[in-house]
């Protein structure tokens, strides 16, 4: 027997007689008890004090006119973000066009918009009737065809989804910019080296590509968008947070009403946030490194591990082991 072989055959006898031990990790388990205590007092906390007045949560959490704010908080949301979106791409595009006046114009209304607070562009279109009583429309410093006043179109509900949606605008500008400028320039450089126009550049081969370092901070911008909204209720708009105050206010039960809306701005917010999960997987796609496991998968993931440890027990019979 040659000396090479010797020396496998000693390495396999040693290899097969050592025991494997797993690694502790006694900061884990301290970590992990320190959270699992914390978790338990919250919730005994939760629980136990009479002072949340669970009943009266439950009364009013599918109360009808607490549903319909809900419903009108989404509508809300979802003109802000659409508005603000289709706005702010296109002040994206002007801010990198080759014009200066477009690109100072679109880096201008950013600045404006993103340095006034929401409240007060909201209570500025609510009174912008007393800025200009009639809205005419025409030809430019020429006459006018017709005129419309201000109090009839602009009433309080399109106000709140002007200044949302304005408001909105100047920062999905900077996350679409952000996106755009993303992606590699080279491959704008190939497709004008092939004659494809700028157009379809933009929105076939770059905007695309950009969707995957804008969806998540855009998700974070409708779910900020969504706990926004509670500021219209200086508009008196029915929605949810000023329907629980008017709630509040006629019974009393303070605390309870402030916890039924908090678990609707949950509910909305972990629907969006799931939303937003299943959306950055579809345009992560391609990408050199695995996509994130869903929550389904992470479960599916976890029991088949335990399945497959279950059956790698080993098994005794016979007085043997197996």
Do not use: C
Request: hydrophobic letters at 55%.
């Amino acid at each position: 027997m040659t000396a090479p072989a010797v020396l496998e055959e000693a390495a396999a006898e040693t290899a097969g007689s050592l025991t494997v031990l797993k690694a502790r990790h006694p900061g884990r388990w301290i970590a992990g008890a320190a959270v699992a205590v914390l978790l338990a007092m919250a919730v005994n906390a939760l629980v136990t004090n009479p002072a949340w007045d669970w009943p009266v949560v439950g009364a009013y959490l599918f109360h009808p006119s607490v549903v319909h704010a809900v419903l009108f908080t989404v509508e809300l949301t979802a003109l802000g973000i659409v508005l603000g979106f289709l706005l702010g791409t296109a002040l994206a595009l002007m801010r990198l066009s080759r014009v200066p006046l477009l690109a100072s114009a679109a880096w201008g209304y950013v600045w404006l918009f993103r340095s006034v607070p929401l409240i007060l562009q909201l209570l500025f279109w609510y009174n912008l009737a007393a800025l200009y009583k009639q809205i005419s429309f025409g030809v430019p410093f020429g006459p006018a065809f017709f005129s419309v006043d201000s109090m009839d179109l602009i009433g309080p509900v399109t106000a709140a989804a002007l200044g949302l949606a304005l408001h909105q605008a100047a920062y999905a500008a900077e996350i679409v910019r952000g996106g755009l400028l993303s992606v590699d320039p080279g491959q704008l450089e190939a497709a004008a080296a092939l004659g494809i126009p700028r157009a379809r550049q933009i929105f076939r081969i770059q905007l695309p590509q950009a969707m995957r370092s804008i969806v998540p901070a855009a998700g974070n911008e409708i779910i900020g968008l969504v706990k926004g909204t509670s500021v219209v209720y200086i508009m008196a708009l029915p929605e949810l947070f000023y329907q629980v105050q008017v709630i509040y206010n006629r019974n009393g039960r303070v605390i309870a009403m402030l916890l039924v809306a908090a678990i609707w701005y949950l509910v909305l917010t972990t629907v969006l946030s799931a939303a937003q999960h299943y959306v950055e997987r579809r345009f992560g796609r391609g990408l050199a490194q695995a996509l994130p496991p869903t929550p389904l998968q992470r479960v599916r993931r976890i029991l088949s591990v335990r399945r497959a440890a279950r059956r790698q027990r080993p098994a005794w019979g016979g007085g043997e082991r197996r």
